[in-house]
């Protein structure tokens, strides 16, 4: 909004700043985090009161985690209100690369509300159908994909290969789609712990919001030799925006948690990482930057694949870092152990951007 009236009404001197890029993008992240810090403390006493017991524990999880009962959720929508007000103040409005992300990040963000609801209103931890589930979240990833490859073509760039870029075609619709929803389920599947999935988010955007710094700029794209996106360093506004919203979420939601953020705020999240990470043709290097992510995931896969043809169990509970609790390992130290797993991802994914 305001660079639109920075151009129309031909802003100069210190308010000619909202012209750029780098300014805005700093904006956002500070705007977010005040907002996130300002609306904390009524939000969060406003889910006590609505919701009662909170989020539904289960008794077959770590015994540690029953004292997490009564802890209200969906405090997910804390961070999406902090993430589009910053984003809408401070976005470039003609980016459809942005409106493309916030549509899933909406979407997805309407999908986790419909799901906490159900939990917290039946006090169970099933929720909607996962089928249901899925339906919804490809449809939106679908068009979300339809709208991106409309500005920059079916493409697969490969990192670590210097040559020619794949074309995957109608492909890629599927493709880009799954990459979106795969990538929201494992950021669902992450927030198990206080704190675990909210800072690799941060760490993950702060590493695409310089990768789509790069790519939104034709002389360092052109050097580099990574595909050039023209638009898509406006994301750096949506980058920054889910910085700053973090940052101010996991000031409540440090351990112990005052609030969870539920599927609200884990599967939006993840569905915007996806959709950026496909605007700025960096599919596959989010699995690298994402892979703490991926990982818990794949240890979902695999304990309902071997449990369900064997018996037995791969992990003494899935997602993995389940698993470590049960190894006798305490919360604050999966947690801070897994934001480093984070951080090292984050760096080797940005070395990918030179060694090609």
């Known amino acids: 909004m305001l660079y639109w009236l920075a151009q129309t009404l031909d802003f100069h001197g210190i308010f000619n700043l909202v012209r750029y890029l780098s300014f805005r993008a700093g904006a956002a992240i500070a705007t977010a985090l005040i907002i996130g810090l300002i609306i904390g403390p009524r939000f969060i006493g406003w889910l006590r009161v609505r919701q009662g017991k909170g989020q539904p524990i289960r008794d077959d999880g770590p015994q540690s985690h029953l004292t997490k009962r009564g802890t209200p ?3 997910g929508l804390m961070i999406l209100t902090s993430v589009i007000v910053s984003v809408l103040l401070w976005m470039n409005l003609a980016s459809i690369y942005v409106w493309a992300c916030i549509f899933v990040t909406l979407g997805f963000g309407a999908i986790g509300f419909l799901d906490d609801y159900d939990k917290v209103t039946k006090a169970s931890h099933k929720g909607l159908s996962g089928k249901l589930r899925l339906l919804c979240e490809f449809v939106i990833a ?3 994909a339809w709208l991106i490859v409309g500005q920059n073509g079916t493409a697969l760039y490969v990192p670590f290969w210097n040559g020619p870029a794949i074309d995957l075609g109608p492909f890629y619709f599927l493709f880009a789609a799954f990459v979106i ?7 669902n599947l992450t927030d198990g712990l206080d704190g675990l999935a909210t800072m690799p988010v941060i760490i993950a955007c702060m590493a695409f919001m310089a990768i789509v710094y790069l ?3 034709a002389d360092y794209a052109n050097y580099l030799g990574i595909p050039h996106v023209p638009g898509a360093g406006d994301l750096t506004i949506l980058c920054g925006a889910i910085i700053g919203a973090g940052l101010a979420f996991l000031w409540f939601n440090a351990p112990p948690a005052a609030v969870f953020m539920g599927d609200t705020g884990s599967l939006a999240l993840g569905g915007a990482i996806g959709v950026i990470a496909v605007s700025a043709h960096h599919e596959i290097v989010l699995g690298v930057i ?7 995931a ?3 896969i695999i304990q309902v ?8 169990r791969v992990f003494r509970m899935a997602p993995i870092h389940h698993h470590f609790e049960q190894l006798g390992w305490s919360e604050p130290t999966v947690v801070i152990r897994f934001w480093i ?3 090292v991802l984050a760096l080797a994914g940005l070395a990918t951007l030179k060694l090609r």
């Open 73 to 75: 959720t969906m405090g």
């Open 142 to 144: 679908g068009v979300a």
């Open 181 to 187: 929803v795969s990538f929201g389920n494992a950021v």
């Open 215 to 217: 790519v939104g700029r």
């Open 290 to 296: 994402g892979g703490l992510f991926v990982v818990e």
């Open 298 to 300: 794949l240890s979902v």
């Open 305 to 312: 694949f071997f449990y369900k043809r064997t018996g037995k």
């Open 341 to 343: 797993v984070a951080f």
